[in-house]
């Protein structure tokens, strides 16, 4: 089976920029969670979506949103790119009524 | 405030040595437990997990984990380290029972490093 897949791999942007990142979940799981990782750190949580409404929200700016789609594949963006938003961006998908996140590969993103 | 402690940025060990990393967590009540590893430029994979009952997990790779209330502490433990096992190790817990809020709380990890 197909674990966790997302788009692009990599990214390079410029400050003030807009980006979209990609989650497709694991086939079955409808719970989508996002997470930052800085360089040297560990993952911060974001988002999380489950049935296409947000669940979850970590202390991120309003200029991160994301949103879920019928078949529970997912969407970062972040507005009005930052230095700071350089990071390592990854999803997790589960089933809601399981405690076990699987993550993907993740996003590396390089903001200009 | 919820937190996850990983006390050893850096951990430097032989092949063949014996591994335990640390991790200590500040919760009101015991949370959902786990430990990811993560190799450079990839995402996070599973090693093993505690919700409840038998304090000592077991998980892939050879790798086990002791929950211990008393001291607030998830520490995972291999017997002998091999080369392939240099990469980063995250702890990470999440409060609340299944079907709530999935916000898990990470470390900021444990790198680790094996020498020949």
């Known amino acids: 089976d197909a674990g966790v897949t997302q788009s692009p791999t990599h990214l390079i942007k410029t400050r003030g920029q807009h980006v979209t990142l990609r989650c497709s979940p694991i086939s079955g799981h409808k719970s989508v969670s996002w997470y930052q990782q800085v360089l040297g750190q560990g993952p911060q949580f974001i988002f999380q979506y489950y049935e296409k409404e947000e669940r979850g929200r970590g202390n991120f700016p309003d200029r991160f949103s994301a949103r879920q789609f019928p078949n529970y594949s997912s969407e970062l963006n972040v507005n009005a790119l930052l230095l700071g938003d350089s990071a390592l961006y990854l999803c997790a998908s589960s089933l809601l009524d399981r405690n076990e996140q699987f993550f993907g590969p993740g996003t590396r993103l390089t903001v200009l | 405030a919820q937190s996850v402690t990983q006390p050893d940025i850096h951990i430097t060990v032989s092949e063949g040595a014996s591994l335990e990393l640390r991790c200590n967590y500040s919760?009101?009540?015991?949370?959902?437990l786990f430990w990811y590893v993560q190799s450079p430029g990839q995402g996070l994979q599973l090693l093993l997990k505690?919700?409840?009952?038998?304090?000592l997990v077991q998980g892939i790779k050879g790798f086990e984990a002791e929950f211990k209330r008393s001291q607030s502490s998830f520490n995972l433990r291999k017997p002998s380290v091999h080369w392939s096992d240099a990469a980063e190790y995250f702890c990470a817990a999440l409060p609340g029972a299944p079907g709530g809020y999935q916000k898990v709380t990470f470390g900021t990890g444990t790198k680790l490093q094996v020498i020949p």
């Open positions: 505690y919700f409840s009952g038998d304090t």
């Open positions: 919760y009101g009540a015991t949370p959902y």
